[in-house]
C-alpha cells in the first residue's frame, strides 16, 4: 500500500457556493500512477462541507432552497450572540453534511454513480479561500 497527500485551493463566493471538483479529483488520482484504493477528500474549516450530487443546475438550486430551509441564515443563534459573527448558520450546515467524503477508485477510475459528481459546497456568510486534503490509499 502507498500513501499519497496532494492539496487542492478553491477560492469560493461564500453562502452555499457549490463548486464541482470531481474532474480536478481525477487529475490528481492519474498524476498519483495509483491504481486500487481509496481517496479520502477533507476540508480543513468548520463552515465547509464535502459530499456528492448531481452538478445540474435545478438539482443545485433545490439543494440550496432545502439548506436554506432546515438552517435559515437569521435564526438568533447562540453562536451569533456570542461571537457577532453570523455565521452560526455556516458551521451547522457543515455540521449536518459533513465536511470529508471517501471515494474508492478502480483501475484509476473514481467509483461513482453515472450522475454522481464530488462537490465542494461554502457555506461561510463571505467568500474564502479553502484548502483541501485529499490522501489517497491505495496500490
Not at 492519474?30 to 450530487?53: E, F, Q
Not at 463571505?126 to 489517497?136: E, S, V
Request: charged residues 25%; neutral net charge; contains cysteine.
Amino acid at each position: 500500500m502507498k500513501v499519497v497527500t496532494e492539496f487542492l485551493n478553491i477560492s469560493t463566493k461564500g453562502e452555499i457556493d457549490i463548486i464541482d471538483i470531481t474532474d480536478k479529483v481525477k487529475e490528481i488520482l492519474k498524476k498519483s500512477k495509483l491504481k486500487n484504493g481509496m481517496v479520502n477528500i477533507s476540508c480543513m474549516g468548520s463552515t465547509a462541507a464535502i459530499t456528492t450530487c448531481e452538478d445540474e443546475q435545478g438539482l443545485i438550486s433545490d439543494l440550496k432552497t432545502t439548506i436554506e430551509r432546515l438552517i435559515p441564515r437569521h435564526k438568533g443563534y447562540e453562536h451569533d450572540r456570542n461571537l457577532d459573527n453570523g455565521n452560526a448558520h455556516s458551521h451547522l450546515r457543515s455540521s449536518i453534511i459533513g465536511s470529508t467524503i471517501t471515494v474508492p477508485f478502480i483501475n484509476a477510475e473514481l467509483k461513482l454513480g453515472t450522475w454522481q459528481q464530488v462537490v465542494f459546497v461554502e457555506f461561510d456568510n463571505r467568500p474564502r479561500q479553502r484548502r483541501l486534503t485529499l490522501q489517497f490509499l491505495g496500490e
